[in-house]
């Protein structure tokens, strides 16, 4: 497995304009907020009631995904996983204030997810530069460790 620098700097290639940055800053986070939320509404009753009621709205196909995330982040970097962690935390409850607030959980998803995906087509044109995810899928998973790992290097956090 190739190590988080190599990953970042690759993916750094294709992100370099200021512009393509500050949208990346934007859209990355809401795209993975908002595949969570859209696999978070696809119905799973029967496992919900395996589970106290407190713990319920946390149960769904969206926590599974940010688990088996996570794996990668940790084979990637134990320190970085720690930060996905809390960031999936804070979008496991985004859903579930989304979900409290009445609004329709899968609408809401869909439309931050392709509104976010126009912002970084946008963004990755203003570069001049493809996508990363067009030579390995796997920088879908880099994209938010590349930005946490801007605040880890600002606030000497080793990863």
Avoid at 87 to 102: A, D, K, P, T
Wanted: positive net charge.
């Amino acid at each position: 497995m190739k190590s988080i620098h190599l990953w970042f700097s690759e993916y750094g290639v294709s992100h370099q304009n200021p512009i393509n940055k500050l949208i990346h800053w934007i859209c990355v986070p809401l795209i993975f907020f908002s595949l969570a939320g859209l696999l978070a509404s696809i119905p799973v009753f029967w496992l919900k009631e395996l589970f106290p009621p407190d713990v319920q709205p946390y149960i769904h196909y969206g926590t599974v995904v940010l688990l088996l995330a996570l794996l990668f982040y940790l084979r990637l970097s134990p320190g970085m996983a720690v930060g996905i962690l809390f960031f999936s935390l804070l979008c496991l409850q985004g859903i579930v204030w989304i979900q409290n607030s009445g609004l329709s959980l899968w609408a809401t998803s869909l439309f931050i997810f392709v509104a976010a995906w126009i912002g970084q087509f946008i963004g990755h044109k203003i570069e001049g530069e493809k996508p990363s995810f067009f030579k390995d899928l796997q920088f879908l998973l880099i994209g938010p460790a590349w930005l946490l790992g801007f605040i880890y290097r600002k606030l000497n956090i080793p990863y």
